[in-house]
């Protein structure tokens, strides 16, 4: 580690409880912690980074914070100390994965190629297996980049994280959430480290608990990695506000309750990165939006009458399971991707394409477009969908249900996401303070592919696959 960069333990030490008496926050990047930080200016430094993603959290709610009634003081001291985007453009599909994927490369998912949460599968043999594994990002990773650079590397809980090269890694993952989901995690993390850090953080939370209590404890185990390894990066995801909003609709009262909880996690995270290493770069971002929704549309119905889908017949349980298919739908909350067995067969696409058209023509659908390869590729989504159909307002997908399941059915969540970014409701968040970044200023709507470049300039450090060139923080807009 560089003992020079992060400066004396007693110094640091001084510092941190200083702020504590004092209530000055550790994030503002003037005084004492500045002057000991190498002088550098936005993309030029070589410093260390704190990645903090809080999923599905918009930024009104960080801009427009009290006229929203929410408490998060953490979170809008970066208005004034830190530089901040109005909004962020995310990906096709506008999902978890997907986007998580885009903020660690600054590529597409055509690119990088997570192109869903789940992997595509019709006939359910992977049992809803989600693109958990690093080995399936086909683009470099900051940590990819930083590990190259011969600097430390953490992550708590981001997502596709199994496997990768990392200094210390506690990867997301779940089966079931049986109890044996924990001795999963605990061979898949690096080694020993559970150990080392439960004594002072607590028992380890579940893959699947996505839950603010959980946040709260996987928060506790960032600070004590943090305190006993100063990586020089480290990714963080807290999840408990996506869990929320898509149970209780985006902006209610239990979405707000857990995002201040989460704001205060924030703060404690930042507190020990500024007494481990004062001259660090703090990232905050999102990864969607949300909106709500009461309608679900079940497009397997459509493909299960015209033939497309064939099912299995009853087992001795009475379930139905689907047999073979010509077209499948690979559904991402506001768009479903149509996937096509022999997608170089012409009238399978145009007999597809047609009962598309069908649905859309009807209202009650709420299609609010059709986009076939050209376009899916300009918004850089899944090269192997043949066709994308876009939602809107209000209603939401489902995968195969069962062979009963109709068209339309009241929507299973109050809140979603998955639309097509250039909806304003998906818009991402974007936060960023420490040495060297304007303080105060407004960078307006960025895409979310210039945000991973940007983190690795910040540690002296390119990205090979990057789509966009880094954010130019000197050329802002004061807000």
Not at 123 to 134: C, H, K, R, S, V
Not at 221 to 245: K, S, W
Not at 402 to 429: C, F, N, W
Request: aromatic fraction near 6%.
């Amino acid at each position: 580690m560089k003992a020079a960069a992060r400066g004396s333990f007693i110094g640091r030490c001084a510092r941190l409880l200083l702020s504590l008496a004092t209530g000055t926050s550790l994030l503002a990047s003037g005084s004492a912690i500045s002057r000991e930080a190498p002088p550098s200016g936005p993309g030029t430094g070589h410093h260390p980074v704190l990645m903090i993603s809080i999923d599905g959290l918009r930024p009104g709610d960080i801009t427009d914070a009290e006229a929203r009634g929410l408490r998060v003081p953490n979170l809008r001291r970066f208005l004034k100390t830190g530089t901040f985007a109005s909004g962020v453009t995310g990906v096709l599909p506008t999902l978890t994965y997907p986007s998580h994927t885009t903020l660690i490369t600054g590529a597409a998912p055509a690119r990088h190629g997570i192109v869903n949460n789940t992997t595509f599968d019709p006939m359910a043999f992977n049992q809803d297996g989600w693109y958990w594994y690093a080995s399936d990002v086909r683009a470099q990773t900051l940590w990819d980049s930083a590990g190259a650079a011969g600097l430390t590397t953490g992550n708590v809980h981001w997502p596709v994280s199994v496997g990768a090269k990392l200094t210390w890694n506690l990867p997301q993952i779940w089966r079931t959430g049986h109890a044996d989901d924990a001795k999963l995690l605990r061979a898949l993390a690096t080694p020993g480290l559970l150990d080392e850090l439960q004594p002072q953080a607590g028992t380890y939370a579940a893959g699947i608990d996505e839950s603010v209590e959980a946040d709260e404890v996987r928060a506790r185990f960032a600070e004590r990695l943090i305190a006993r390894h100063h990586p020089d990066f480290l990714t963080v995801y807290l999840t408990g506000l996506d869990h929320t909003q898509h149970a209780e609709g985006p902006g209610s009262a239990p979405a707000h309750a857990v995002l201040e909880r989460i704001d205060t996690a924030v703060g404690k995270l930042i507190v020990a990165e500024r007494a481990a290493r004062p001259d660090a770069v703090i990232v905050v971002v999102s990864d969607h939006g949300f909106a709500p929704v009461d309608t679900a549309i079940n497009l397997s119905r459509v493909l299960i009458d015209a033939g497309l889908l064939k099912l299995t017949p009853p087992d001795p349980f009475g379930k139905v399971k689907i047999a073979s298919w010509e077209a499948a739908a690979w559904t991402s909350g506001g768009t479903i991707a149509v996937m096509l067995a022999r997608p170089e067969e012409a009238a399978l696409r145009e007999r597809v394409r047609s009962l598309l058209l069908a649905l859309k023509a009807d209202p009650a659908n709420r299609i609010t477009a059709i986009l076939e390869p050209d376009a899916i590729a300009r918004a850089g989504g899944n090269p192997q969908a043949a066709f994308y159909l876009a939602l809107g307002d209000g209603m939401m997908a489902v995968p195969y249900l069962g062979p009963t399941v109709p068209l339309r059915i009241p929507a299973p969540s109050k809140g979603m996401h998955g639309y097509l970014p250039e909806d304003p409701r998906m818009q991402s968040t974007l936060l960023i303070a420490g040495p060297g970044i304007p303080a105060g200023l407004d960078l307006g709507h960025v895409d979310m592919r210039a945000i991973a470049p940007t983190v690795a300039a910040e540690m002296g450090l390119t990205l090979s696959g990057a789509e966009l060139p880094v954010l130019d923080l000197t050329v802002v807009r004061k807000r």
